[in-house]
C-alpha cells in the first residue's frame, strides 16, 4: 500500500527542514562554545568569544561575573551587557575589566579600592557597597587603549601612545607614580609615558616591557618580586626599576603572584622571587628566593607565559603546554597533586595551544581551534566544567556550556 502524506503536514516538514538546515549551518559559522581569549582570577574566569561577546564562570560574591547576579556559575554564563564588541578581558582577584574593540573599558565587580574607575565607598557597610555586578564605564577611559590586565585590587593600561596607567589600591606603589595614595581614576606611572609594548600585572605588582626590550617593574619587592637588588632592602618601590638581566631581548614578561618570569628573544625562560614550591622551575629546594632571574631547563623556544599563584605555564615550539612549580590543586596538569620543581608536559595539550592563563590555583588554555581547557583548583565553579562537587581537575577538561551543547548537537544532526 502507498503512504501519502497530506499537504498541510508535508507543508510543515519542509519548513522544518528549512529551519533545520539554516540553523545548523549557523551554528556551523558561529559556536557559542568557542573563545578568542581567557582570563583567570583567584577563582573566577572569564572568555572572549568568537563574537566578541564575554562569558564568566566561578565565584561571584563580589559580582566579578558582571551577569548581574551574586550567584556562582559552574559554566560559561553570558553576560547580558557584553554580547559583542569585546577585544580582550582580565580578571583581577574579585573584579574584572574587559576592553572594547573601540578602545575603552568597562569593569565590574568588588570597588573597594577604586578598582573599578569610581570612588569606593567610606566603609563597606555604607552605600555605595562596593561591588558592582553588571559592566561600567571606566569615565576617563573611553577611547586610545590598546592593552589592559588586572592585579588583586588594581588594574593598568597600555594606551595606543605606548603609555601606561594605573588606577585602584596603591598601598605598595603598585600604581607607579611615586606615591603610596589609592586612586580611582587612573594615573601616569612615571617614566613610562610613550614606547611600552606590554604590561603585566601580578597580585601587587606591576611589570612592563619597553620598545627597545628593557623589562621594569614596580610595587610591592616581597621575596625579590621585582626582580632586582637595591642596596638596602627595600619592601616597595612606587616606580618602575630594571630587572636584572633584561636590560633588553625581553620578548615578553608574566607577573605572577610571589614571582616573575620573563622569556628572551632566544626563547628561554628566566624566574626570579619566591621559590617556595618551586616557582622557578629549577629543581632547587623549597624556600630559595632572590630577585636574580635563573634560566629554567627545559624550556626553549617558547612562544608565550603565563604565572598564577604559586606555578607558571609555557607554550613550546610544539605549540604544546609545559608546566612546573605549586600543584595542590593539580593546577600544573600532569595528573598529580605534587608540587613541580621541574617543568612537566601537560596531559593532553601536546600541541595545537595559542593562548594560556593562570589564576591563583587554576589555568586555562585556548587551541587553535578555539576550544577552551581547564585545570587545577575548583572550589568555586572556576573550572567551569559544571562540577556539583567542586572537585578539581587535575588534567585538562574542555569547558562547553551543557545547555548552548546540546542545541548545537541537535540542529547537526540534521
Excluded at 88 to 111: E, I, Q, R
Excluded at 216 to 230: D, S
Aim: proline share 5%.
Amino acid at each position: 500500500m502507498r503512504f501519502s502524506m497530506p499537504n498541510y503536514l508535508k507543508y510543515l516538514y519542509s519548513l522544518f527542514i528549512l529551519f533545520a538546515v539554516c540553523v545548523s549551518n549557523a551554528s556551523a559559522a558561529y559556536d557559542p562554545n568557542l573563545f578568542s581569549k581567557v582570563t583567570a582570577g583567584v577563582n573566577h574566569t572569564c572568555a572572549v568569544t568568537l563574537k566578541g561577546g564575554v562569558k564568566c564562570w566561578g565565584f561571584n560574591t563580589y559580582g566579578q561575573l558582571g551577569d548581574n547576579s551574586t550567584k556562582t556559575r559552574l559554566v560559561p554564563t553570558a553576560l547580558p551587557d557584553l554580547t559583542s564588541g569585546i577585544a580582550d578581558v582580565s580578571a583581577g582577584s574579585f573584579h574584572t575589566c574587559a576592553l572594547t574593540t573601540g578602545g575603552a573599558v568597562l569593569c565590574w565587580g568588588a570597588n573597594y579600592k577604586g578598582q573599578l574607575g569610581e570612588a569606593p565607598p567610606v566603609s563597606p557597610e555604607m552605600p555605595p557597597k562596593g561591588v558592582r555586578t553588571k559592566p561600567g564605564a571606566v569615565t576617563s577611559l573611553t577611547s586610545g587603549i590598546k592593552a589592559l590586565a588586572s592585579g588583586d585590587s588594581f588594574n593598568c593600561v597600555l594606551t595606543t601612545a605606548g603609555a601606561v596607567k594605573c588606577w585602584g589600591r596603591n598601598n605598595n606603589g603598585q600604581l607607579g607614580n611615586g606615591t603610596q595614595v589609592d586612586s580611582f581614576t587612573p594615573v601616569q606611572v612615571t617614566g613610562l609615558t610613550s614606547g611600552i609594548t606590554s604590561i603585566s600585572l601580578g597580585s601587587d605588582h606591576a611589570c612592563a616591557i619597553t620598545a627597545s626590550g628593557a623589562a621594569k617593574c614596580w610595587g610591592t619587592n616581597i621575596n625579590g618580586v621585582l626582580g632586582y637588588n637595591p642596596p638596602v632592602s627595600r619592601a616597595f618601590e612606587a616606580t618602575p626599576v630594571s630587572v636584572i638581566n633584561f636590560a633588553s631581548g625581553t620578548a615578553a614578561l608574566s607577573a605572577g603572584y610571589s614571582f616573575g618570569c620573563a622569556v628572551t628573544n632566544a626563547g628561554g625562560v628566566q624566574c626570579w622571587g619566591y621559590n617556595n614550591h618551586g616557582q622557578k622551575g629549577t629543581g632547587a629546594p623549597i624556600g630559595t628566593q632572590s630577585p636574580f632571574p635563573v634560566i629554567i631547563p627545559g624550556l626553549a623556544n617558547i612562544k608565550a607565559i603565563t604565572t598564577g599563584g604559586g606555578h607558571g605555564c609555557a607554550i613550546n615550539a610544539n605549540n604544546g603546554v609545559q608546566c612546573w612549580g605549586y600543584n595542590d590543586e593539580g593546577q600544573v596538569g600532569d595528573n598529580s597533586k605534587v608540587d613541580r620543581f621541574e617543568v612537566k608536559q601537560v596531559v593532553g595539550l601536546t600541541s595545537g595551544i595559542t593562548t594560556l592563563a593562570s589564576g591563583w590555583k587554576h589555568t586555562c588554555a585556548i587551541t587553535d581551534k578555539s576550544k577552551l581547557y581547564c585545570w587545577g583548583n575548583n572550589d568555586n565553579g572556576q573550572i567551569g566544567n559544571n562540577s556539583r562537587k567542586y572537585i578539581s581537575s587535575l588534567v585538562p577538561a574542555l569547558i562547553r556550556d551543557p545547555a548552548n551543547s546540546a542545541v548545537i548537537n541537535l540542529l547537526l544532526l540534521n
